[in-house]
C-alpha cells in the first residue's frame, strides 16, 4: 500500500533524475543529486536504531536536505561549509543552548528560504515550545512560551472585526481568577502576529483550563479599499481551509497575520519569538537548530542523554519519544516544501494549498 511517506519519498527520488530550479544541471545538479540521496538513506537509518542514536543521523539528514535546498535556490552561496551553530550545556536538558556561530550552512539554507534568522543564543526548551506540532508533547517543568493555536470565531457580530480563540496561553497571564490583560499583552508582545496595535480582549469569557489558557481577541479590520483587496486575495490563496466561512476580510486578515500548519487544517498558528534577541525561524529552521542541540547532547553528554530517555526515571522520555517519532515526517514534508515538491504534499496532507508568499526557494 502507498502512504502519504511513501509518496513523499517518491517525489524526492524522482527529483534527482529531474532536479528542481537551479539545480538541473552542472554541479549543482551533481550535488543536489548526491545530497538528497544521501538525506533518505540517512533518515531510512535513523528509523531502524533507537533514541539514543536518533537524533545524530536526523540532524546530518537534515544537514543534507539542506545541501540541495541550496543547490536548488537562486542563491550564489550554495557550496556550504560548517555548520554556523554552537551548542552550549546548561546541565539539565531543556537549558541546553544554541547559538549562532559564524556564517555557515544554517544561515546560507535559512537565507535561500526566506527562513529567518537566529540571532543570539537560544534554549532547546524555547526552540521546542515554537513548533505547532509539538504543542502536545511538553517537556516537564517549562516555563517557555509556547505556539498559540488561532481559531477564528464564526460569530454573527464579526462585522468589521476579526475575532479569535487563541489557546496554549501561559499560567501568568492569570491573576486571582482572572486574566490580567496588562500580564496578557507582555505575553502577546512575543508573537508577532500579536505585537500590532489594535489587538484587545473580547467581552467573551476567557478559558481557564489545566495547560491550556485562553482568550477571546479582537481586531478592527482596515476601512481602506486597497487593503480590503489585498485580503480577499489572501482569502482566494486559501479558499479550502476551515476559515474560509469568514468573509473574505476577516479571512485574509487572519492568513496574514497568523500560520497555516499542514497537521491542523482547522486553525490557525501564531509562534514566538526565540530568546531576548527576538529571532524568528521558519519552521524547517527552527527543527534544524533543535536536531543540532539534541545530537550535541547525544554524542558529548550521552549519560545526560540516556537519562533524560530512561521511561521508569524521566519525565522527559514520553515528550522525548514523541518528537523522535514525529521528527521524520515533519522534516521530509518541511524539506518537500522548501524544494517545491507540493503536489503529492498537498494531496495527503489536507489538500492546503499555499499561499502568494510562501516561503519557497526563490526562482
Given at each position: ?89 546548561g546541565g539539565c536538558l531543556k537549558d541546553v543552548s544554541v547559538e549562532p556561530n559564524g556564517n555557515g550552512a544554517f544561515q546560507a539554507v535559512a537565507e535561500a528560504t526566506a ?38 470565531m464564526l460569530d454573527d457580530d464579526t462585522d468589521g472585526v476579526l475575532r479569535v480563540y487563541a489557546r496554549n496561553l501561559p499560567e501568568s497571564v492569570v491573576e486571582n481568577d ?172 489536507g489538500n492546503i494549498p499555499m499561499s502568494s508568499d510562501e516561503k519557497v526557494l526563490p526562482m
Amino acid at each position: 500500500m502507498i502512504t502519504g511517506l511513501s509518496a513523499l519519498w517518491a517525489t524526492i527520488r524522482a527529483s534527482r533524475a529531474n532536479p528542481p530550479r537551479r539545480a538541473s544541471r552542472g554541479h549543482r545538479r551533481k550535488t543536489y543529486s548526491a545530497s538528497i540521496r544521501q538525506f533518505e538513506q540517512l533518515m531510512t537509518a535513523a528509523q531502524s536504531i533507537g533514541p539514543s542514536a536518533k537524533p545524530i543521523l536526523l540532524f546530518y539528514a537534515t544537514t543534507q536536505a539542506g545541501r540541495a535546498i541550496a543547490a536548488a535556490s537562486g542563491s550564489n552561496r550554495w557550496e556550504l561549509h560548517g555548520h554556523g551553530l554552537r551548542a552550549r550545556s546548561g546541565g539539565c536538558l531543556k537549558d541546553v543552548s544554541v547559538e549562532p556561530n559564524g556564517n555557515g550552512a544554517f544561515q546560507a539554507v535559512a537565507e535561500a528560504t526566506a527562513g529567518g534568522a537566529l540571532l543570539g543564543p537560544t534554549t532547546l526548551d524555547e526552540l521546542w515550545g515554537s513548533l505547532p506540532e509539538l504543542s502536545r508533547f511538553r517537556l516537564s517543568n517549562t516555563t517557555q512560551l509556547r505556539a498559540l493555536s488561532v481559531l477564528p470565531m464564526l460569530d454573527d457580530d464579526t462585522d468589521g472585526v476579526l475575532r479569535v480563540y487563541a489557546r496554549n496561553l501561559p499560567e501568568s497571564v492569570v491573576e486571582n481568577d482572572n486574566l490580567n490583560f496588562n500580564h496578557l499583552r507582555k505575553v502577546l508582545d512575543s508573537y508577532e502576529a500579536f505585537n500590532v496595535e489594535g489587538w484587545r480582549l473580547s467581552k467573551k469569557q476567557p478559558s481557564f483550563l489545566k495547560n491550556n489558557i485562553a482568550a477571546y481577541l479582537e481586531i478592527d479590520l482596515p476601512t481602506k479599499t486597497e487593503e480590503l483587496s489585498e485580503l480577499s486575495y489572501a482569502k482566494i490563496a486559501y479558499d479550502d481551509i476551515y476559515v474560509k466561512s469568514l468573509d473574505s476580510a476577516a479571512t485574509g486578515l487572519a492568513l496574514k497575520l497568523f500560520e497555516v500548519h499542514e497537521d491542523f487544517p482547522e486553525l490557525l498558528w501564531s509562534r514566538p519569538a526565540l530568546g531576548g534577541h527576538r529571532s524568528h525561524l521558519s519552521r524547517l529552521m527552527t527543527w534544524w537548530a533543535l536536531l543540532f542541540a539534541i545530537s550535541n547532547l547525544a554524542r558529548y553528554e550521552p549519560a545526560l542523554w540516556s537519562d533524560a530517555l530512561q521511561f521508569d526515571n524521566s519525565e522527559d522520555a514520553v515528550p522525548l519519544d514523541s518528537m523522535l517519532a514525529l521528527c521524520h515526517e515533519e522534516v521530509l514534508t518541511l524539506v518537500c516544501e522548501a524544494l517545491g515538491l507540493t503536489t503529492v504534499l498537498r494531496s495527503w496532507r489536507g489538500n492546503i494549498p499555499m499561499s502568494s508568499d510562501e516561503k519557497v526557494l526563490p526562482m
